[in-house]
């Protein structure tokens, strides 16, 4: 999500967590030596195994070329950019779903001014300014980003204490990407439905990075979408566009 025009980084982006994940596995069964139970063994062998084949199919070391090149450092994830449009879209449908007594109804010019009232608070930029342009270069993404920023802020405190290896579960994994999917659908549908004042979309539906069809998601029966803060309703009741 983070380089949506330039597949070479992203691919590069993807060889290097492929390569962090080998890296792991590979410390977690050195410092365990003959202690690891053969099932344990078993486990972080797979686990090794699944991340060597995402390394190959990414490019493998001549991915990790473009971001070993001195004369042109890579740069870094734009997290903080790509949040603060997560962000957005999530303040934008709260106020549309949740807040319909406030003038106006949402728009991306009243989620960008609230956001940066907290001044790089949750991972976000820090003024207007740079929310405004990151919406411009990462909007055909931010359902997507919304889907991982609701994802991980709902998920189970249950498994804050799982050990590493415990959390690379095939039924946890699947789990979350279901409803990843399903969540993500559900703000896709938002960013491509919902007119601004001016009558156009958030989003053109034939830019934004799409999930597949053939994979017929279904509506999502319950949509994730919780009421701002009073702290927040208390700020936007004062907006002035």
């Avoid at 890296?23 to 344990?40: E, H, Q, T």
Wanted: proline share 7%.
């Amino acid at each position: 999500m983070g380089w949506p025009d330039d597949p070479l980084r992203r691919q590069a982006h993807v060889a290097s967590c492929a390569a962090k994940g080998i890296a792991g596995i590979d410390y977690v069964i050195s410092s365990r030596g003959p202690d690891m139970s053969p099932d344990l063994r078993a486990l972080a062998d797979g686990v090794k195994n699944t991340w060597n084949r995402v390394f190959y199919d990414f490019g493998g070391f001549n991915s990790l070329a473009l971001l070993l090149d001195p004369d042109e450092p890579p740069d870094r994830f734009p997290g903080a950019a790509v949040n603060s449009v997560a962000d957005v879209l999530l303040t934008v449908r709260s106020i549309e779903v949740r807040h319909p007594e406030l003038r106006a109804g949402g728009s991306i010019n009243k989620a960008s001014w609230l956001i940066a009232l907290g001044k790089g608070q949750r991972d976000v930029l820090l003024n207007e300014t740079q929310i405004k342009r990151a919406w411009r270069k990462y909007r055909n993404v931010s359902h997507l980003a919304a889907a991982i920023r609701r994802l991980v802020q709902t998920r189970p405190v249950r498994y804050e204490n799982l050990d590493y290896l415990s959390k690379i579960n095939h039924e946890f994994d699947t789990d979350e990407l279901v409803l990843f999917m399903l969540i993500a659908k559900d703000y896709e549908d938002f960013l491509t439905s919902f007119c601004t004042h001016g009558g156009h979309a958030l989003a053109d539906r034939e830019k934004i990075w799409s999930l597949p069809e053939r994979l017929q998601i279904p509506k999502c029966p319950n949509p994730l979408v919780p009421p701002l803060h009073e702290h927040d309703l208390a700020l936007l009741r004062r907006y002035q566009a």
